[in-house]
């Protein structure tokens, strides 16, 4: 019991730590190769030398791309606290023009204590976008323009990327335009004349290799030995990890999650189980843990659906695949019972069910999201002749058969084949 009350603040300290991306991105700041240093040299460049720029930020969901965004912008407003605006707009949020300007307008006139009117036009917003950057030119400040989803913004007329751009190439004004996207060819979405305004600068995020795992896990686990906890139990808590990190078997339950996703962002859901399985009883982490962890985050909710389905719905949805590798872009339950029949006519199953008995398994596979509509269009039209889809992968099929205790061995063969 002496432990307890250590153990739990080391507990809130490692998970404060892992919903903080910049303690977590920290660790990678320190090479001079790393996306931070480039990243924070291009904006701290064009911030001291009063000149435009544009960048993009390319890499898969969960890689980092916005987090270290975040720590080079904090640590750059802590270095230049009077010459730096940060305008952040989301192309989830705001990818309609009308409504991007907006929402610039809205916090340019919050950054300078000025009154914003909801009222103004597209243009009116527009107008006032590009005096502020010629005002801040003048004033020698930087505004900053984060565009999160990038390639959301490069749909439609482009009238937002186009003025951004376009103003990055007057000398009277100061700005730095940066996207950020999980689509490698997001330049390529872009119109002409605004691909002749981009910079074509470009910074991938890749998922971090074994190294990069290895030091992130002690960077984020290992606890401080001068702070608050008493350091007999630092030091223990410290020595009882290091000797997990060199086990083997720990190796492979990374290994294993690394194999399954190996950015960032899925490391820390990984590591935030694992910590929340801590015992406060004990104060340590243990081998259990990350078992607990691993196991917890290969749930595969479709596989549990699959395992509650009857043997007809499996069925539907071995006839679906067929059809798919069929090349059949199109079908509706009527092909799929087409398909259906076909099957037990070549077999001679025994497992044949009359039509409307078909019908109410596909309904119970729509209901549990198994399969869906191809579209909302139709909505009148009967359920037999709608175009449906399977949201099922094959591989997701394939497990979910070998997991199924009564699964006919014919359907195993129907797949495969």
Not at 341 to 346: A, E, G, I, L, T
Not at 367 to 374: G, K, P
Request: hydrophobic share 40%; aromatic share 8%; charged share 25%.
């Amino acid at each position: 019991m002496g432990r307890e009350k250590p153990a739990e603040r080391a507990l809130l300290l490692l998970r404060s730590r892992l919903c903080d991306p910049s303690f977590v991105f920290n660790s990678f700041s320190d090479s001079s190769d790393s996306n931070y240093s480039k990243l924070k040299f291009i904006i701290s460049s064009s911030v001291t030398e009063a000149c435009n720029n544009s960048i993009l930020l390319l890499g898969p969901r969960g890689s980092g791309k916005v987090a270290v965004l975040e720590l080079v912008i904090r640590d750059l407003l802590l270095e230049y606290p009077d010459m730096i605006t940060v305008i952040k707009l989301s192309g989830l949020l705001h990818s309609d023009d009308n409504c991007a300007f907006k929402e610039i307008a809205r916090q340019l006139c919050m950054e300078h204590q000025l009154l914003f009117s909801k009222m103004a036009s597209f243009d009116d917003n527009a107008q006032f976008m590009i005096a502020m950057l010629r005002e801040c030119g003048l004033a020698h400040k930087t505004i900053i323009f984060v565009l999160d989803e990038f390639d959301l913004f490069a749909q439609g007329k482009q009238r937002l990327l186009y003025s951004l751009l376009d103003a990055t190439q007057s000398v009277t004004s100061q700005a730095v335009v940066i996207g950020a996207t999980c689509r490698l060819d997001a330049d390529q979405l872009l119109e002409k004349r605004v691909r002749s305004r981009f910079s074509h600068r470009k910074l991938l995020f890749l998922p971090p290799t074994k190294e990069d795992w290895q030091r992130l896990l002690e960077h984020i686990l290992l606890l401080p030995t001068e702070s608050t906890l008493p350091q007999d139990y630092a030091v223990e808590f410290n020595a009882k990890l290091q000797n997990i990190l060199a086990d083997n078997r720990f190796k492979g339950i990374i290994n294993t999650c690394m194999n399954i996703d190996s950015t960032v962002n899925h490391l820390l859901k990984f590591l935030f189980r694992a910590v929340s399985n801590m015992d406060l009883a004990t104060g340590f982490l243990s081998l259990e843990n990350f078992k607990a962890a691993l196991s917890n985050i290969q749930r595969q909710p479709k596989l549990e659906c699959i395992k509650d389905c009857s043997v007809l719905e499996l069925y539907v949805l071995v006839c679906m695949r067929r059809l798919e590798i069929k090349e059949q872009n199109s079908y509706n339950f009527n092909s799929i019972m087409k398909e259906y029949k076909s099957v037990h006519d070549s077999c001679q199953t025994s497992d044949y069910y009359a039509q409307n008995v078909c019908l109410w398994a596909f309904e119970h596979l729509l209901q549990r999201e198994l399969i869906s509509f191809n579209d909302n269009r139709g909505n009148n039209q009967s359920i037999e002749f709608r175009p449906v889809k399977l949201l099922v992968s094959s591989h997701e099929l394939h497990q979910g058969l070998k997991s199924y205790r009564s699964c006919p061995a014919i359907l195993h063969k129907l797949l495969a084949g």
